[in-house]
């Protein structure tokens, strides 16, 4: 965990000059330049292409679902129905794609077909049964009214933006080519109304402007729906990520169960069970010289008692790695100001708590206190720290805030990663406020659980 601190001290990524954070600055504000930039034109023709996309798939849908439904009577029904839905999963697999290079959205796959049993009679339940099949078909129906509205809103935004914008510019050939006065307005038998004098082609122009700037915001807008409708449709259910999660999670908690008993099998091989191995082997030789030389066996008894002591501490600090007797019995504001007696710099404790949470959450409160404690006694460079616990609603939250120099970073693959990603396995967060040059706040949001009630 070295790394932990000091990270904010370097350059700006991508430049060597000091002060580059690597961002584009541009001179010219967002409305401005929007009609222009590259995004701005995928998103145009995303909207563009969406049209005829929608009539493809729309046209698939209708088609296929109606012919599937109609042969249900008969033993095709269910074989045309099970094709209709795979395409349209196909289509989806298309439409992130297309989502993907001109929307610049990411879409995880759906959730893969579970076949219970092989065969085309396993396939076609598997397809019939899937929610991502059902959701690509009604993405298939939804995705044709929208395409053409947003086509049409889109095309005839821009057109008519700049169509007004350059005006001016054919307003000059127009009229000789055609030998009228300018862009009608209005026209019946008697009246006609022509933008003809240069203010009304002034006018038309800063209207064309308006619209010309405009356009690309209107068409981000419309491709905003595109997005949910991808990201909502076409990407994985919420309950499949959530067992994506949830499978993350425990493969977290294995490591980390693991990782911890290595660790305290590795303390106990160096540490206390090797000095009761020497201990047991002082207490034999004592054995010996106590008719021979009393003296001597008198002094290595009493080397053999100081390494007792020894080991019994190293065996109480190995308990309170665990799981310290001060947190079952006095709760989590004991427990907390036990440790911050420990650590190298004063350290200040409010925890505000009318009742306990369940013990595996107070646990691991304790540790992501105590961790953070050792990363000021080791890294901060700290004068003074504070730790401060509270609830809200459901959730337990911790603070601890430091003077030091600053530059915490949890992405930098540290143990504040780790720390992070014991959290997280959990349900849990944490938020790192680290600026080169301090002061530090780390926070962490732990779900409050009560112990549960035992008969």
């Known amino acids: 965990m070295a790394t932990e601190y000091g990270q904010g001290y370097g350059l700006g990524s991508g430049s060597g000059f000091p002060g580059h954070t ?16 590259a995004r701005s034109w995928r998103e145009f023709g995303y909207v563009l292409v969406g049209l005829p996309v929608g009539i493809l798939l729309f046209t698939y849908a209708v088609t296929m679902v109606s012919l599937g439904a109609g042969l249900l009577v008969t033993f095709l029904g269910v074989p045309v129905l099970a094709a209709a839905l795979a ?12 989502a993907r ?15 219970k049993k092989q065969g085309a009679m396993g396939w076609m339940g598997a397809v019939l049964k899937s929610g991502a099949s059902w959701r690509s078909l009604l993405y298939a129906v939804l995705q044709f009214p929208w395409s053409v509205f947003s086509f049409v809103v889109a095309v005839n935004v821009w057109a008519f933006g700049w169509a007004m914008l350059t005006y001016p510019l054919w307003f000059w050939v127009f009229p000789m080519y055609a030998g009228q006065d ?15 004098n240069p203010f009304e082609i002034a006018v038309t122009a800063l209207v064309g402007l308006l619209f010309t700037l405009a356009t690309p915001w209107l068409v981000r807008a419309l491709t905003t729906v595109d997005r949910v409708m991808v990201h909502g449709l076409l990407g994985p259910s919420r309950l499949a990520t959530r067992v994506v999660e949830l499978e993350s999670d425990r493969g977290v908690v294995v490591d980390t169960a ?6 305290i099998e590795r303390d106990l091989h160096d540490g206390a069970q090797a000095r009761l191995v020497n201990l047991a082997m002082g207490l034999g030789l004592a054995k010996e010289k106590l008719l021979e030389d009393p003296d001597a066996a008198a002094a290595m008894v009493d080397e053999a008692h100081g390494e007792v002591k020894l080991a019994l501490q190293e065996l109480r600090d190995l308990a309170r790695g665990i799981h310290p007797a001060v947190l079952t019995d006095r709760g989590l504001d004991a427990a907390l100001s036990s440790v911050a007696s420990r650590c190298t710099v004063p350290v200040k404790v409010t925890a ?15 540790f992501t206190v105590s ?3 050792q990363n000021v006694s080791k890294h901060a460079r700290a004068t003074s720290a504070a730790v401060e616990v509270w609830r809200v609603e459901n959730r337990l939250m911790l603070q601890v805030v430091d003077n030091g120099v600053g530059g915490a970073d949890a992405s930098a693959g540290s143990g504040l990663a780790g720390l992070a ?28 659980r009560n112990e549960p009630l035992t008969g």
């Open 22 to 37: 690597g961002e584009r600055h541009h001179r010219l504000p967002a409305g401005l330049r929007a009609p222009f930039e």
């Open 87 to 98: 395409g349209c999963r196909g289509f989806g697999a298309m439409e992130r794609a297309r």
């Open 101 to 115: 290079a001109l929307l610049g959205l990411r879409v995880s796959e759906p959730e893969p077909l579970r076949l």
């Open 182 to 196: 300018g862009l009608q307005l209005y026209g019946d038998e008697t009246h006609r109304v022509y933008l003809d």
């Open 258 to 263: 693991a990782a911890d008993l290595r660790r």
């Open 352 to 366: 505000d708590l009318t009742e306990r949470p369940a013990a595996a959450i107070e646990g691991i409160a304790y």
């Open 371 to 373: 961790e953070l404690l």
């Open 421 to 448: 990603e014991r959290l997280d396995a959990v349900d849990g967060i944490l938020v790192v406020d680290s600026p080169a040059g301090g002061p530090t706040r780390i926070t962490a949001e732990l779900p409050w």
